[in-house]
C-alpha cells in the first residue's frame, strides 16, 4: 500500500493522475514540494523546469482543481456531468495557454525538454484542464474509464489492458486486498 506521501503516476492521464492525489490513504498534495514533484513526476513540466514559484496558493488552486475534475469525471461515469462543472472546466482549460516546450542540449549533448522560464500556475491548471477535455471528448478514451473496485478506493483509471478486463487501480494494492480478503473467505468457511 502506498504511504500518504507516495504519488501516483498509473492512472493513464495526466488529469486522471491528479484526481490520485486524493485517493487512499491520504491526502498526497500537502504542500508545495509535493505540488513541485507531482508537476515533474506527471510530465506537466519537464523535470528540470524553474518551480520556484510554487506557494501554498498553487496547492490550493489544483486541490480546487482536482475537486472539480473528480465531481465531472464522476458524473460522466454516471451518464452526465452538469452544466455548471463543465463550463468551469472549460473555463480552466482556457485560461492560459499552457507552457510552451523547447527542446535544448542537455549537459550530456541529448535533446532535452525545457521551458524557456518559470510557468505561470494559470497555464499549468489550464494544461490539466485540457487534458481532462481532450479525455472527456474521446468518445474511444472515455469508454476506457473505469472505477477502482477496491474496497473504499475511488480512483479511476484508464483500462488499456488487452480484454479490458481490469478491475483495480493497482493490482499490487488494491487487487491484492482483494485476493487477500478473497483467501481469508474461503479458508475461514472450509474450517
Same mark, same amino acid.
Given at each position: 500500500m502506498a504511504a500518504p506521501g507516495d504519488l501516483r503516476f498509473d492512472c493513464g492521464r495526466i488529469c486522471l493522475d491528479l484526481m490520485a492525489t486524493d485517493g487512499p490513504p491520504a491526502e498526497r498534495l500537502t504542500g508545495p514540494e509535493?505540488?513541485?514533484t507531482w508537476l515533474a513526476g506527471a510530465g506537466v513540466v519537464p523535470g528540470a523546469a524553474p518551480l520556484d514559484g510554487v506557494d501554498g496558493r498553487w496547492v490550493t /488552486?489544483?486541490?480546487?482543481?482536482?475537486?472539480?475534475? /473528480?465531481r465531472v469525471v464522476q458524473d460522466e461515469l454516471r451518464g /452526465? %456531468? %452538469?452544466t455548471g462543472d463543465l463550463d468551469l472546466l472549460n473555463r480552466t482549460a482556457a485560461a492560459a495557454d499552457p507552457p510552451a516546450v523547447r527542446a535544448v542540449r542537455g549537459p550530456d549533448g541529448t535533446l532535452v525538454r525545457a521551458l524557456p522560464g518559470p510557468p505561470d500556475c494559470a497555464a499549468l491548471l489550464a494544461a490539466v484542464a485540457r487534458? %481532462?477535455?481532450t479525455l472527456l471528448t474521446d468518445t474511444a478514451a472515455r469508454g476506457q474509464l473505469r472505477r477502482c473496485e477496491g474496497e473504499s478506493c475511488p480512483l479511476v483509471y484508464l483500462d488499456t489492458s488487452r480484454g479490458r478486463r481490469r478491475?483495480?487501480? =493497482? =493490482?499490487s494494492a488494491?487487487?491484492?486486498r %482483494? /485476493?487477500?480478503a478473497r483467501h481469508r473467505r474461503r479458508t475461514a468457511g472450509s474450517r
Amino acid at each position: 500500500m502506498a504511504a500518504p506521501g507516495d504519488l501516483r503516476f498509473d492512472c493513464g492521464r495526466i488529469c486522471l493522475d491528479l484526481m490520485a492525489t486524493d485517493g487512499p490513504p491520504a491526502e498526497r498534495l500537502t504542500g508545495p514540494e509535493q505540488l513541485r514533484t507531482w508537476l515533474a513526476g506527471a510530465g506537466v513540466v519537464p523535470g528540470a523546469a524553474p518551480l520556484d514559484g510554487v506557494d501554498g496558493r498553487w496547492v490550493t /488552486r489544483f486541490r480546487t482543481l482536482r475537486a472539480l475534475l /473528480r465531481r465531472v469525471v464522476q458524473d460522466e461515469l454516471r451518464g /452526465r %456531468a %452538469a452544466t455548471g462543472d463543465l463550463d468551469l472546466l472549460n473555463r480552466t482549460a482556457a485560461a492560459a495557454d499552457p507552457p510552451a516546450v523547447r527542446a535544448v542540449r542537455g549537459p550530456d549533448g541529448t535533446l532535452v525538454r525545457a521551458l524557456p522560464g518559470p510557468p505561470d500556475c494559470a497555464a499549468l491548471l489550464a494544461a490539466v484542464a485540457r487534458d %481532462a477535455v481532450t479525455l472527456l471528448t474521446d468518445t474511444a478514451a472515455r469508454g476506457q474509464l473505469r472505477r477502482c473496485e477496491g474496497e473504499s478506493c475511488p480512483l479511476v483509471y484508464l483500462d488499456t489492458s488487452r480484454g479490458r478486463r481490469r478491475r483495480w487501480c =493497482s =493490482s499490487s494494492a488494491c487487487g491484492n486486498r %482483494a /485476493r487477500v480478503a478473497r483467501h481469508r473467505r474461503r479458508t475461514a468457511g472450509s474450517r
